[in-house]
């Protein structure tokens, strides 16, 4: 797949009324699922503008792929959510909905449950290769299911992630909704079935051979060193190792929200921490 003027070739166009003309940057693609058992509901929901959403990109569970919003253009799909501060994320990213219903219920009696907690029938859940067991606070203490992604969608993921690196050199994260929408915390999308580390090694794939690997920051703290913690929130506690220095170099290892894991130093001495991305700054 290549993306020219906006548009992937291989994917079929429909065009989403629900779009802001232009882009401020492209920063990060941003990972949802759509939370229904096919890619007409979403795609049907996109085209009116009573739907009040959209994505750049809808994959089937066959792997067909809708492109619904011209790449050069801002899709309304995840407006509230924060990545390394200085907001608007939309008109920063690309937004691919897989086609996926999300987190099920197992009923006392055994049956499966949707979101909603209405029973689905197998037939409905029978294009998902399983599910598997995990729980996400943001949904509850209980057990959820979720469906796996067929390896054709997956496939064709990898393709758009591939062609939006090609296509805009200044994307240097992959995220879900759920890493994005820290605030809220409302959006556990796309769970964890979503293979992310798999996606994100193509960032890895694109960097020239010749480098370590990975995105360098440098801290930007001139008035008072850069805390680093043990997790992505002040509720946290200090590493012991910190803080770090103004103008320490140190690399890129996830982002959530606006905080971002980083290694310091590498071989034996090399520790790894959480720190607020505002104070980091492309090396
Ligand atoms: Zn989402």
Request: with cysteine.
């Amino acid at each position: 797949m290549r993306i020219s003027g906006g548009w992937a070739d291989g994917a079929e166009r429909k065009p989403s009324p629900n779009i802001n003309s232009g882009h401020r940057s492209r920063e990060c693609v941003v990972v949802h699922y759509t939370a229904g058992y096919t890619a007409s509901s979403a795609v049907n929901t996109f085209a009116t503008t009573a739907g009040k959403a959209s994505a750049h990109f809808v994959v089937e569970v066959d792997g067909k792929v809708t492109q619904m919003v011209n790449c050069n253009d801002t899709a309304w799909h995840a407006g509230f959510g924060v990545f390394r501060g200085g907001g608007q994320l939309n008109a920063r990213s690309i937004g691919i909905e897989i086609v996926n219903p999300g987190y099920h219920f197992r009923s006392t009696t055994g049956q499966i449950l949707n979101w909603e907690r209405k029973p689905v029938p197998a037939s409905r859940l029978a294009p998902f290769p399983g599910m598997i067991e995990a729980r996400d606070p943001w949904v509850g203490s209980a057990n959820l299911l979720w469906p796996l992604y067929p390896e054709a969608q997956l496939k064709a993921v990898e393709n758009i992630i591939r062609a939006c690196l090609a296509a805009y050199p200044t994307i240097s994260e992959v995220v879900g909704h759920r890493d994005v929408d820290t605030v809220r915390k409302l959006k556990v999308d796309p769970g964890p079935a979503f293979p992310m580390a798999r996606m994100r090694r193509l960032l890895s794939d694109r960097a020239d051979p010749a480098d370590t690997g990975g995105v360098k920051l440098k801290v930007d703290a001139p008035t008072s060193p850069l805390n680093i913690r043990g997790g992505p929130g002040t509720n946290f506690d200090k590493l012991d190792r910190g803080p770090l220095r103004h103008g320490l170099v140190v690399l890129e290892l996830e982002v959530r929200g606006d905080w971002i894991k980083v290694r310091v130093g590498d071989g034996n001495s090399a520790f790894e921490g959480w720190c607020f991305g505002d104070y980091l700054k492309p090396a």
